[in-house]
C-alpha cells in the first residue's frame, strides 16, 4: 500500500499565493480598512483584522516566526506586536496619508514569511524588533484609513483587542507542535505568505 | 482562569463607553389590509420626556399616507400609527429610514401581507434599507431574531461581565457546565415569562440590580484568589440562577423593545433565546481558549495583575450600580 505524500509543488504554492493576494487586493484601498458590524465602534476594529487578509496574514505570520521558536518569543510578541501596532495606529491619526501602502504591507508579508520559511534560528532581539517594525508600520496604515471615521479611538482599541486575541490563541496551537511534519507545514505556509507579498508588491508596483 | 487578566484589562477600559441595554432598536411594521393599502406602525425610541431619535421612514415611491400619522409617546417611545396606499403594492419596493447611518441603533422592520406571511429584516447603520421581497423567506426571517439575540449579548457588556465573573470563580470543568447551564436555564424562564406577558420589570430597577449582581461577583474573585470559601464559591451555579433570572428580564427588554406582534411572539422568543445562547457561548469558548493559550505559554502574571480581575469586576459593578442607582431616583438624566 502506497502513502500519497502531500507535495507543495511551486505550482500549488503559486496558485494559493494567487488567491490570497486577491483577497487582499480584493477592495480598493480606501475601503480596506473600514469595518462596519453594526455593533459599535470596539466590535468594528475587533471584525477590521478578521475582514482585512492583508493585516490579518501579517499578524499570523509574525505569530509563526515567534511561535515556532518557543513561549518566549510568543510572549515578547504578544507585549510588543499590539503595542507597536497602536502606536503605529496613533501616529497614522496624527499624521493622515492617503498614499497607497500596499507595496509595504507586501515587503512586510515577503521578509517574515521568507522567515519562517528558512526557519533561521532567529534570536530574540532580531524577532522583537522585526515585529515591532512590522506591526507599527502596519498600525501607521490602519490608523491613517481609520482618522476618517468619527470613532475612530475606539475601533483601534478594538484592533488591540482583536490583536490580543488572535496572537494569543495562533501562538497558544502552534508553540506545542512537536512532530517534524507540523513544522514542515508552518514553514511552508510561510512560503505562501511570503509568495503573496512578492505578488502584492509586484502588483502594487504595476499600478 | 486567572490569566484572562489582559483581556479585563481591555473589557474595563470599553465598558465604561458601553452602557448596556442601550440595544433598543425602532421598529416598523406594515401590515397589509388590501392589495394596495397597509396599516403603518413607527415606534422610535425616546430619549428623556420630550425628544426621540431622528429616524424617520421613506416608503417606496407610489406610496401615499392615507391620513396623517396619530402619534403618542409611552414608556420612553414614540409610536406613530398610519394608513398608507401603495400603487402595485409594496413588493419590489425600497424601504429606507432616514437618518438612521447617524446613529448606533438598528431598525427591526416586519412586513405582514395578507396572507399572513411575513417578512422581518433588520436595518443598521450600515444597511439603513432593503427592498420588500416579493415572496418572503421564513429562514430570512429567523436568521434576522437569531442575529438579535446574538448581538444583544454581545453588545450588552454588563451580561459578558457577570459570565466573566462567574467564568473565574467556577474550579473545574463540571461546575462550569453546572453554572452556565444554570444561568441559561434561569435566564431563558424570564426571558420567556417576561416575552409573553406573564411577568414584568421595569427597566430602571432592574438595570441597577443587573449591575448590583457583577458588584457581589468582585469580592467572591477575590476570595477564590485567597484560597478563602463562600456560598457562591462552593454553589456558584445556585448565583448563576438566581442572577441569571435577573439577567433574562433584561434580555427580555431588548426583545421587547421591538413591540413584536403576539402571532409571531413564540417563534421570535426561541430564536432570540438561541441567538442568545450562541453568543454566550462563543463568549465562554473565547475566554476558555485563551486561558489555555495563556498557559502553553508560560506567562507568569505579576501579583498585582493576579488580582486585577475581582477588583476591575467589582469596580465596574460599582460604577454601574451608583450610575443606574442615581438614574432610577432621578439624579441624573
Known amino acids: 500500500m502506497t502513502h500519497m505524500k502531500y507535495q507543495p509543488t511551486r505550482a500549488r504554492c503559486g496558485g494559493i499565493a494567487a488567491a490570497i493576494v486577491l483577497l487582499c487586493l480584493d477592495c480598493p484601498r480606501a475601503e480596506a480598512h473600514l469595518v462596519t458590524t453594526g455593533l459599535g465602534p470596539v466590535y468594528d476594529g475587533i471584525a477590521h483584522l478578521a475582514l482585512s487578509p492583508a493585516d490579518l496574514a501579517v499578524v499570523v505570520v509574525l505569530v509563526l516566526l515567534a511561535a515556532m521558536r518557543g513561549p518566549r518569543q510568543s510572549r515578547w510578541l504578544l507585549a510588543l506586536l499590539p503595542t507597536a501596532w497602536i502606536v503605529g495606529g496613533l501616529g497614522g491619526l496624527t499624521f493622515q496619508i492617503t498614499a497607497s501602502l500596499d507595496w509595504a504591507t507586501g515587503l512586510s508579508l515577503l521578509l517574515a514569511g521568507a522567515l519562517v520559511a528558512a526557519d533561521l534560528n532567529l534570536p530574540l532581539p532580531v524577532v522583537a524588533t522585526l515585529a515591532a517594525i512590522i506591526g507599527g508600520f502596519n498600525g501607521f496604515s490602519t490608523g491613517a484609513a481609520l482618522a476618517r471615521t468619527p470613532h475612530a479611538a475606539l475601533e483601534l482599541l478594538g484592533i488591540l483587542v482583536a490583536l490580543i486575541v488572535i496572537v494569543t490563541l495562533i501562538a497558544g496551537v502552534v508553540v506545542p507542535l512537536k512532530a517534524f511534519w507540523m513544522r514542515i507545514a508552518v514553514r511552508v505556509l510561510g512560503s505562501w505568505v511570503a509568495a503573496t507579498g512578492l505578488l502584492m508588491i509586484g502588483w502594487s508596483l504595476r499600478a | 482562569m486567572k490569566l484572562a487578566i489582559l483581556i479585563f484589562v481591555l473589557f474595563a477600559t470599553f465598558a465604561t463607553s458601553a452602557f448596556a441595554h442601550e440595544v433598543r432598536p425602532a421598529y416598523l411594521e406594515l401590515r397589509q389590509t388590501g392589495p394596495?393599502?397597509?396599516?403603518?406602525?413607527?415606534?422610535?425610541?425616546?430619549?428623556?420626556?420630550?425628544?426621540?431619535?431622528?429616524?424617520?421612514?421613506?416608503?417606496?415611491?407610489?406610496?401615499?399616507?392615507?391620513?396623517?400619522?396619530?402619534?403618542?409617546?409611552?414608556n420612553n417611545a414614540f409610536t406613530e400609527r398610519w394608513p398608507v396606499e401603495c400603487a402595485g403594492g409594496l413588493g419590489g419596493g425600497r424601504i429606507h429610514i432616514a437618518g438612521l447611518s447617524a446613529t448606533m441603533t438598528d431598525v427591526l422592520v416586519r412586513l405582514e401581507r395578507l396572507d399572513?406571511?411575513?417578512?422581518?429584516?433588520?436595518?443598521?447603520?450600515?444597511?439603513?434599507?432593503?427592498?420588500?421581497?416579493?415572496?418572503?423567506?421564513?429562514?430570512?426571517?429567523?436568521?434576522?431574531?437569531?442575529?438579535?439575540?446574538?448581538?444583544?449579548?454581545?453588545?450588552?457588556?454588563?451580561?459578558?461581565?457577570?459570565?466573566?465573573?462567574?467564568?473565574?470563580?467556577?474550579?473545574?470543568?463540571?461546575?462550569?457546565?453546572?453554572?452556565?447551564?444554570?444561568?441559561?436555564?434561569?435566564?431563558?424562564?424570564?426571558?420567556?415569562?417576561?416575552?409573553?406577558?406573564?411577568?414584568?420589570?421595569?427597566?430602571?430597577?432592574?438595570?441597577?440590580?443587573?449591575?448590583?449582581?457583577?458588584?457581589?461577583?468582585?469580592?467572591?474573585?477575590?476570595?477564590?484568589?485567597?484560597?478563602?470559601?463562600?456560598?457562591?464559591?462552593?454553589?456558584?451555579?445556585?448565583?448563576?440562577?438566581?442572577?441569571?433570572?435577573?439577567h433574562g428580564f433584561g434580555f427580555a427588554s431588548g426583545l421587547k423593545a421591538t413591540g413584536l406582534p403576539q402571532t409571531d411572539i413564540a417563534w421570535a422568543l426561541l430564536l432570540f433565546n438561541v441567538g442568545v445562547?450562541?453568543?454566550?457561548?462563543?463568549?465562554?469558548?473565547?475566554?476558555?481558549?485563551?486561558?489555555?493559550?495563556?498557559?502553553?505559554?508560560?506567562?507568569?502574571?505579576?501579583?498585582?495583575?493576579?488580582?486585577?480581575?475581582?477588583?476591575?469586576?467589582?469596580?465596574?459593578?460599582?460604577?454601574?450600580?451608583?450610575?443606574?442607582?442615581?438614574?432610577?431616583?432621578?439624579?441624573?438624566?
Open chain 2, 36 to 74: 394596495e393599502t397597509y396599516d403603518a406602525l413607527w415606534k422610535v425610541p425616546g430619549l428623556g420626556q420630550d425628544l426621540r431619535l431622528g429616524l424617520y421612514v421613506e416608503l417606496p415611491v407610489g406610496c401615499t399616507n392615507v391620513t396623517e400619522p396619530r402619534a403618542s409617546a409611552i
Open chain 2, 116 to 246: 399572513g406571511a411575513t417578512q422581518v429584516t433588520r436595518l443598521t447603520p450600515s444597511n439603513p434599507s432593503f427592498v420588500v421581497e416579493a415572496m418572503p423567506s421564513r429562514w430570512r426571517m429567523a436568521a434576522t431574531y437569531l442575529r438579535l439575540g446574538t448581538d444583544h449579548i454581545l453588545r450588552g457588556v454588563d451580561h459578558l461581565l457577570f459570565v466573566l465573573g462567574l467564568l473565574l470563580i467556577v474550579g473545574n470543568r463540571w461546575t462550569l457546565f453546572k453554572t452556565i447551564t444554570a444561568f441559561t436555564a434561569a435566564h431563558s424562564i424570564t426571558l420567556a415569562a417576561a416575552t409573553l406577558g406573564y411577568a414584568s420589570a421595569p427597566l430602571p430597577p432592574l438595570n441597577a440590580a443587573i449591575a448590583l449582581s457583577i458588584l457581589f461577583l468582585g469580592p467572591e474573585i477575590v476570595r477564590v484568589r485567597r484560597d478563602e470559601t463562600s456560598l457562591t464559591i462552593r454553589y456558584p451555579w445556585l448565583v448563576a440562577f438566581a442572577f441569571g433570572l435577573l
Open chain 2, 277 to 333: 445562547e450562541i453568543g454566550q457561548l462563543f463568549f465562554v469558548f473565547l475566554i476558555l481558549a485563551i486561558a489555555r493559550s495563556f498557559r502553553t505559554l508560560e506567562i507568569r502574571w505579576p501579583r498585582w495583575a493576579l488580582a486585577l480581575p475581582g477588583y476591575t469586576v467589582g469596580t465596574l459593578g460599582a460604577y454601574w450600580t451608583i450610575e443606574r442607582t442615581a438614574i432610577l431616583l432621578g439624579f441624573i438624566r
